[in-house]
T-cell receptor, first 108, second 113 residues
Framework: DAKTTQPPSMDCAEGRAANLPCNHS???????VYWYRQIHSQGPQYIIH???NNETNEMASLIITEDRKSSTLILPHATLRDTAVYYC?????????FGKGTRLHILP | NAGVTQTPKFQVLKTGQSMTLQCAQD?????MSWYRQDPGMGLRLIHY???????DQGEVPNGYNVSRSTTEDFPLRLLSAAPSQTSVYFC????????????FGEGSRLTVL
């Protein structure tokens, strides 16, 4: 699976949009981009995924660049409950490798 | 549906002891996997399985064995526990293929003295 690169930490003011970047420059044409988040020491929770089109659900939006080498997860109105570690991964067929993710701090 | 169930939630072992972490899912998922997470670290893949009777190694397989005799169960065995295996272990499952989201269990916290 392709590797991803994320900033180790980010801050966002409560009520503002949180934009979390991810670089996946070696992604293959048929690999999907997935985002998960982990709150405290709970099991990671699925947020959203996409192939090449932008995607939106009730939790977030996913913007994938046209060349698919990077993506951005957008939490439109961040709350304190969005404080978590966010993981961007690329899924091929079998090995699903997580990096260290981005620790998002929501500031009151 | 119960989802992904891991047992036990907490376990303390002495060095050299053996134990099995259990993982069961009731979603008929083909894919199952085990991760470990150490403080300040992301998740590291230990072993995974794409279906009953099929297992393969992940990033950090040494010291761990797995088997997949049924679709539902994917136990992780520590044959001779070492302090370096102190960690939180997560089991996950999904439908096979690139479009399957992972469902995680609540984790098993293991301490090896």
């Amino acid at each position: 699976d392709a590797k991803t690169t994320q900033p180790p930490s980010m801050d966002c003011a409560e009520g503002r949009a949180a934009n979390l970047p991810c670089n996946h420059s070696t992604i293959s044409g048929n690999e999907y981009v997935y985002w998960y988040r982990q709150i405290h020491s709970q099991g990671p929770q699925y947020i959203i995924h996409g192939l090449k089109n932008n995607e939106t659900n009730e939790m977030a939006s996913l913007i994938i660049t046209e060349d698919r080498k990077s993506s951005t997860l957008i939490l439109p109105h961040a709350t304190l409950r969005d404080t978590a570690v966010y993981y961007c991964i690329v899924r091929g067929d079998d090995k699903i490798i997580f990096g260290k993710g981005t620790r998002l701090h929501i500031l009151p | 549906n119960a989802g992904v169930t891991q047992t036990p939630k907490f376990q303390v072992l002495k060095t050299g002891q053996s134990m099995t972490l259990q993982c069961a899912q009731d979603m008929n998922h083909e894919y199952m996997s085990w991760y470990r997470q150490d403080p300040g670290m992301g998740l590291r893949l230990i072993h995974y399985s794409v279906g009953a009777g099929i297992t393969d190694q992940g990033e950090v397989p040494n010291g761990y064995n797995v088997s997949r005799s049924t679709t539902e169960d994917f136990p992780l065995r520590l044959l001779s526990a070492a302090p370096s295996q102190t960690s939180v272990y997560f089991c996950a499952s999904s439908y096979q293929g690139k479009r399957g989201e992972l469902f995680f269990g609540e984790g098993s916290r293991l301490t090896v003295l």
